[in-house]
């Protein structure tokens, strides 16, 4: 039986679920265009991204970062004595800086944009349900970001273990703590941890950390936490989990694991579980719109992110192509200009992705392994960092690498960077691949002296 729709019903040009973002930034781009939105979120605006994601962890890795600065001060000549850290207040501080950007993005919606905080349910393509109300709408855009997977692992239901939120709020350290998942969620925690004088060990099932990412360079930052004291565990899968008891009784995790070695146990004080994410489908009507999805389960979209369905959009990690929060914002640029009429298209052939390692590593356009796996041609430039006078002005005893992927006619296919500020000039690539220049026509921007940036220069 269907669904009663309420009489008393608000109309708008764009209904929203979802306020991360996409959301956020669906919202205020149709509002700023004139067009009447609502937008649902049932917890707080910014999403995970904000609220418990990219914002949070950046900055306890800066608190981490900070504090391994002045550890080492005296490679640049400052002497710092008794060094320390309050877990309690940079988890304070991080708090504080969740705070003010929840309210910046609050503030910027106040074009044309109703917020609404509750749980949406879609009744059709034009009617969307919170609470006792019933929203109409012309257009509604998909934003309901993604969540944490836990896999099925046998025990999993009897140990206490953490996810990245569990992580984000422990004001105590532990002891030691077992990362099961080295992709980027996983080595920016175990890099945290590892700073503030935490036993970790990484487990990951792949033969490298970092999946997706250079190869080569996600093999070298591996070796520089290995030399700091992290434990990895590569082709290694977990088996089962269990409880243990201390010397001194204190409760811990036993993980068992098989690998080409044959099958052992890691035991930790804690256990953070770090495998990756997938798209939030359920619990907000989906099935009452049935949009055509792909191969892997993922709402299928064309180039203005329209669905199967007409005037339903979806963006972010919905679509399965990149949970990125900026690839989640691109997405809804698109998605509002295609409600416009303006001419426009989503583009993944420059899609950064960082992580916020100490030192960072960034990447944007193909790998080499993803190349290879196409069957294009290419060609490698690498060069060491201290090819950057700026970058060993600021890097006492460090170093990374700049690695170009070059095509047969000297287009730049991919670029990839180990060392800091990794994530701040990986942009300068990202327009290169982007806009298919070529090596020549890239050297022919003019970079500041001295920069960092200017390694891809030198690389050319």
Same mark, same amino acid.
């Given at each position: 039986?269907?669904?009663?729709?309420?009489?008393?019903?608000?109309?708008?040009?764009?209904?929203?679920?979802?306020?991360?973002?996409?959301?956020?930034?669906?919202?205020?781009?149709?509002?700023?265009?004139?067009?009447?939105v609502?937008l649902f979120?049932?917890?707080?605006?910014?999403?995970?991204?904000?609220?418990?994601?990219?914002?949070?962890?950046?900055?306890?890795?800066?608190s981490?970062?900070?504090?391994?600065?002045?550890?080492?001060?005296?490679?640049?000549?400052?002497?710092?004595?008794?060094?320390?850290?309050d877990?309690?207040?940079?988890?304070?501080?991080?708090?504080?800086?969740?705070?003010?950007?929840?309210?910046?993005?609050?503030?910027?919606?106040t074009?044309?944009?109703?917020?609404?905080?509750?749980?949406?349910?879609?009744?059709?393509?034009?009617?969307?349900?919170?609470?006792?109300?019933?929203?109409?709408?012309d257009?509604?855009?998909?934003?309901?970001?993604?969540?944490?997977?836990?896999?099925?692992?046998?025990?999993?239901?009897?140990?206490?273990?953490?996810?990245?939120?569990?992580?984000?709020?422990?004001?105590?350290?532990p002891?030691?703590?077992?990362?099961?998942?080295?992709?980027?969620?996983?080595?920016?925690?175990?890099?945290?941890?590892?700073?503030?004088?935490?036993?970790?060990?990484?487990?990951?099932?792949?033969?490298?950390?970092?999946?997706?990412?250079?190869?080569?360079?996600?093999?070298?930052?591996?070796?520089?936490?290995?030399?700091?004291?992290?434990?990895?565990?590569?082709?290694?899968?977990v088996?089962?989990?269990?409880?243990?008891?201390?010397?001194?009784g204190? +409760?811990? =995790?036993?993980?068992? #694991?098989?690998?080409?070695?044959? !099958? /052992? @146990? *890691?035991?930790?004080?804690?256990?953070?579980?770090?495998?990756?994410?997938?798209?939030?489908?359920?619990?907000?009507?989906?099935?009452?719109l049935?949009?055509?999805?792909?191969?892997?389960?993922?709402?299928?979209?064309?180039?203005?992110?329209? +669905?199967? =369905?007409?005037?339903? #959009?979806?963006?972010?990690?919905? !679509? /399965? @192509? *990149?949970?990125?929060?900026?690839?989640a914002?691109?997405e809804?640029?698109?998605?509002?200009?295609?409600?416009l009429?303006?001419?426009?298209?989503?583009?993944?052939?420059?899609?950064?992705?960082?992580?916020?390692?100490?030192?960072?590593?960034?990447g944007?356009?193909?790998?080499?392994?993803?190349?290879?796996?196409?069957?294009?041609?290419?060609?490698?430039?690498?060069?060491?960092?201290?090819?950057?006078?700026?970058?060993?002005?600021?890097n006492?005893?460090?170093?990374?690498?700049c690695?170009l992927?070059?095509?047969?006619?000297?287009?730049?296919?991919?670029?990839?960077?180990?060392?800091?500020?990794a994530?701040?000039?990986?942009?300068?690539?990202?327009?290169?691949?982007?806009?298919?220049?070529?090596?020549?026509?890239?050297?022919?921007?003019?970079?500041?002296?001295?920069?960092?940036?200017?390694?891809?220069?030198?690389?050319?």
């Open positions: 039986m269907q669904k009663s729709i309420n009489v008393r019903t608000m109309k708008y040009q764009i209904a929203i679920i979802g306020g991360g973002p996409a959301g956020y930034t669906a919202a205020e781009t149709a509002g700023k265009a004139g067009l009447s609502v979120e049932k917890r707080s605006l910014g999403g995970v991204c904000l609220n418990e994601g990219c914002i949070p962890t950046k900055t306890l890795l800066y981490a970062k900070t504090y391994d600065s002045a550890r080492h001060a005296s490679k640049y000549a400052v002497n710092v004595s008794e060094v320390s850290f877990l309690p207040k940079i988890i304070a501080r991080k708090q504080k800086v969740v705070r003010k950007l929840v309210l910046g993005v609050k503030g910027k919606l074009n044309n944009v109703t917020i609404v905080n509750g749980e949406a349910s879609i009744v059709d393509k034009n009617h969307v349900l919170c609470g006792d109300e019933t929203y109409e709408c257009n509604l855009l998909l934003c309901t970001g993604s969540e944490t997977f836990i896999p099925p692992i046998p025990g999993i239901d009897t140990v206490p273990y953490w996810t990245h939120r569990d992580a984000l709020d422990n004001k105590e350290l002891k030691s703590l077992v990362v099961i998942g080295g992709g980027v969620i996983g080595m920016e925690f175990a890099s945290f941890f590892n700073s503030l004088g935490v036993e970790v060990t990484v487990i990951e099932m792949l033969d490298e950390i970092l999946g997706g990412m250079d190869k080569e360079l996600s093999a070298m930052l591996r070796a520089e936490y290995a030399k700091r004291g992290i434990k990895f565990m590569l082709n290694t899968k088996v089962s989990l269990d409880g243990s008891t201390g010397e001194n204190e +409760t811990q =995790v036993r993980v068992n #694991y098989g690998n080409a070695e044959g !099958t /052992g @146990f *890691s035991v930790a004080e804690k256990l953070l579980m770090s495998v990756g994410r997938r798209p939030v489908t359920k619990g907000f009507g989906l099935e009452n049935n949009p055509e999805k792909t191969e892997r389960g993922n709402i299928r979209v064309d180039g203005q992110m329209r +669905t199967s =369905v007409t005037g339903v #959009y979806a963006c972010g990690d919905l !679509t /399965g @192509f *990149s949970l990125l929060a900026h690839t914002v691109r809804a640029e698109v998605a509002v200009h295609a409600v009429g303006k001419k426009d298209c989503m583009s993944y052939r420059a899609i950064p992705g960082v992580v916020y390692t100490n030192p960072e590593i960034a944007v356009g193909d790998t080499e392994e993803a190349l290879q796996k196409k069957g294009i041609p290419y060609r490698t430039v690498k060069l060491p960092m201290a090819y950057s006078g700026r970058f060993v002005a600021e006492e005893g460090v170093n990374g690498m690695k992927l070059l095509a047969e006619d000297d287009t730049v296919l991919g670029a990839h960077v180990l060392g800091n500020p994530s701040e000039i990986i942009t300068l690539a990202g327009m290169a691949v982007e806009l298919k220049l070529t090596a020549a026509e890239w050297k022919k921007i003019v970079f500041p002296h001295p920069t960092v940036g200017e390694i891809f220069k030198e690389a050319l």
